[in-house]
């Protein structure tokens, strides 16, 4: 098929102080797609992720995300949730999701109205002039997760989505995800639980030892988990 492709990683290789974190990537996602990278903790997932990004330089390899090379072009075209969540807390929410938005070039005034617009669509206009640190955790990483959205970004990769939250608020994760890719924005998420991906992902990437021992559909991709 030639569906044009949102990233696309070749032969990625990184080591921290000599040691190999990833060993060798390749990985393809097509526009408009929801793709999981799976594996286990330590498998080198979210040093793929931050190579795809432009955050980090592989040592050897290349990767292109909607054919930019250059961290500078990449970075606008993107929304990131780390791994590690955290916004200041003594931010309102809306300035927070608007300040998200300001690092990735969107002038602040209009973050703040996209961001109440955000804020209402999820049910949380009443939290926008709250802190963060009023803010129950789980709709303290939604609004962070709409401050990755606040510059309408054509490509939003998660790190550990799901993780820390309950299932409601898994729930309602899925329905932002699955509403993201009707938008044609696509979405990559990192997980060690095969389960998210099965519910919304069309292609899958498992991460093992730094290596891909398996990229292709998520029905296949269940019986090559390597154990944990
Ligand atoms: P987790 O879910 O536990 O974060 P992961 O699959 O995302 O796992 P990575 O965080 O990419 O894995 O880590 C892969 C390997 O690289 C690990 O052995 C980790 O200790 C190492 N590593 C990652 N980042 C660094 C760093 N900045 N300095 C040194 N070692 C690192």
Known sequence: EDRPLAIEARGLVKSFDGTMAVQGIDISVPEGAIYGVL??????????????????????????????????DIGRLIGYLPEERGLYPAMKAIEAIAFM??????????GRKRGLELLEKHDLAHAADRTIRQLSKGMAQTVQLLGTLVHRPRLVVLDEPFSGLDAINQG???????????????????THVIHHAERLCEGVAIIAGGKVPYAGSVETARDRIPAQ
């Open 101 to 110: 938005g300001a690092l990735r070039g969107l002038p602040l005034a209009e």
């Open 39 to 72: 594996g286990p903790n330590g498998a080198g997932k979210t040093t793929t992720l931050r190579m795809l990004l432009g955050i980090i330089d592989p040592d050897q390899g290349v990767r292109r995300v909607f054919g930019h090379d250059r961290p500078h």
């Open 172 to 190: 309602k994760l899925e329905t932002m995800i699955r509403a993201l890719a009707d938008e044609g924005v696509t979405v990559i998420f990192s």
